[in-house]
């Protein structure tokens, strides 16, 4: 049993129960003929504390114990509900694993992000890398729960692909080492799998990817990587308002059944970021605001001051800064901005009747920014053709996504979530690089 | 209300209950006074019938409907319990929204899989793919609900890396456009998760991985794709008795699973390969057969006549060919291979005693040959950086590999599932271009 499982059943436990845990030293402190070792078995971010007495302390030479030892415990429960720790384990048995050589970098005193982005491969060894990993997990499981139990199938689009999906050209070439094509034509890696999704959808309505894409960014942001997860639904006979509903009641309950089923990890990120249980609960309880772009743009000149871009009009991106501002200063919550100007994006959206806008929505939250990029794709095929005309998108790699307009075409709608930034929102992480395990950058890869 | 959900709570449908349908035209037959409609949503192989009676048929011109329309149906079931189809719907209202160009590929008549491997983006409109796309699903998600339910750890092991995990060379680079290396070191598409699973399992005890990988295979067999997904969990405190044990639980937990929450598409996949169910729930019904690798040797000599390779002897890689021989012929069912010569294993395999074979399983099932690779692995620090270099491989980029043996090592072991292969072995699909939805090979890559 994992402590996580010994603590939830923390009702039914009796004095004396007997009890194994096999996992790694946290502390050790005590003299010799009592001594306190923390350990934890990494399926909470909680230790257990385990009392030696007597003689098992110098047998086993446990005074000179080092954090990180790898060991096995067995002893007898002690109930301890006036203490901060509810339980504790009176040590019987110990089987020492393996201990730790002395350049070992993980230690009890704090130690900076930085210095831990060095060593990715040991810094899930500290309480907030485990509590980080342990909320990712279950973020992850709750998007797969969540689908499944709406009937979405879950799809593989390929990571490698001919074609550039966004049409943004920050795509990483794939080779083989000769330089001999291996694909015999230029491949890439795949930024988006939201086009073959639409492909998916057309049979099985509602379907959903969840997998790592690729951006060539060079930029060196706290939000970007080269390598990040992204969840796509695609749900065909849904428009533009559907798809919010979704995107919010999905929103919703993944971090509504993460916050209750990892208490003891959102007690700890909210030790380090007081606002973040606060900020996470508003948005819970609250309606999500809808709000038009072109609305956007006259509440942004308003605060035209507050930015480094003061040029707010209509047919601008959106800087992050606005973003920011319009989620933490206007809105002081998520929002969702539907209808931008078809001009900053993608080809494949729906065409509104203004002859400007498309169908597509941004969802921004407080502290990050864009968290959900959506849109109803376009449906009409001579629409969308002209669209690709216009933006010179060669037609014939992409002929067989037109065909999916052409053969029994439903209304078809869906949004990206980049996974790491909702791990991020939900965390209160504030560097994208501390919730991978494994971040990849511009210029860099660490292991 | 999805027409599986339906079809799963049949026992509670009232005669006359309204139901709506959204989804594809499958069939139409009849004349101008009754018409049936076959609609299918994508949830389940099994379609609803769907009777057209009088005035509705003229005002909606239905005997033009041709296969693949899009639409939505409106009625009142009528229940049927001694046809074949237990109801079908008596059409009230119907909107038609889009129909099918002439050149629609996908008829009624049969096509060969030749043919539907060169329209990927439309071939899960047959029954077949169908079947396939919702057990692949089905088996996926089973793989998640197992792990969690057994407290592992999901975790995203990178894709792009900076050395090749398995010491194959089979592995594709990644490049920028411009050559001009944006990471400014070679990288290359991960071959496998399980270096960086080792490095999580150091802290949460059990973890896995569920990614894609890639091979620059050129080989172009039934069984191998340049683009597939792993499934790979990594234990601590496992020995190799004990990851063999999680692979046979975990296998004969998803399989069971997914036939009984998948009759319809199990029964339609059975139809077509009449001996699928039976290898099937034998497997399920049977104790894993674990067999020394030094005895395989000697029973596939007793047999060597069958083989094109005739040379068997120990420390040979077992071809294809032995290894369905001894799942098909020998076993006749699923079968560990344990305790293989060390030379034709990879670097991080736990040395036995004998000083020639690693403490590595492979376990085989007929119609596949390898379904699941796994081993112990090495954890003495000495041992393992001895191995690495007989083998020639550098040390400097494997330091951080190294370092997990020098900080508080627990045992390890692990494995790792060809997903594509599992789902061959469930659906009785033999290539596996046919389990993917859109397969990526040497020299090809569609859509």
Known sequence: ?????????????????????????????????????????????????????????????????????????NGKIHLTPNAPQPLELILEDISLINNVDEDYPIQKKETTLDFLREIPHLRSRTNLFRSIMLIRNSLAFEIHKYFQEHDFLYMASPIITSNDGEGAGETLLVDDET??????????????????????????KNVYTFGPTFRAENSHTSRHLAEFWMVEPEVAFYELKDIIKLADDLLKTVINNTIKNYPDEMKFLNSINPNLLDTLNKFLENKLTVIEYKDVVKKLMEFRDSFEEKNIHFGMDLASEHEKFLSEKIVQGPVAVINYPKDIKAFYMYQNDDYQTVAAFDLLVPGIGELIGGSQRES???????????????????????????????????FGIGFERLVMYVTGVSNIRDVIPFPRVAGQIKM
């Open 1 to 73: 049993m994992t402590l996580k499982k010994l603590l939830q059943k923390l009702q039914t436990i009796k004095e004396d129960e007997t009890f194994e845990l096999k996992g790694w030293l946290i502390s050790n402190r005590g003299n010799e003929k009592i001594r306190f070792l923390t350990i934890n078995d990494g399926s909470t971010v909680s230790n257990l504390q385990v009392v030696a007495k007597g003689e098992i302390i110098q047998k086993n030479n446990l005074s000179s114990l080092t954090l990180g030892t790898s060991l096995v415990v």
């Open 179 to 204: 330089k001999d094509y291996f694909f015999k034509q230029k491949a890439f890696l795949g930024v988006t799998g939201q086009l073959h999704a639409e492909a998916y959808a057309a049979t099985f």
């Open 380 to 414: 009409r095929y001579h629409k969308l053709v002209h669209r690709m005309n216009e933006l010179n998108i060669s037609k014939e790699p992409l002929d067989w996504y037109l065909d999916l307009r052409r053969f029994g075409y439903a209304p078809s709608s869906g």
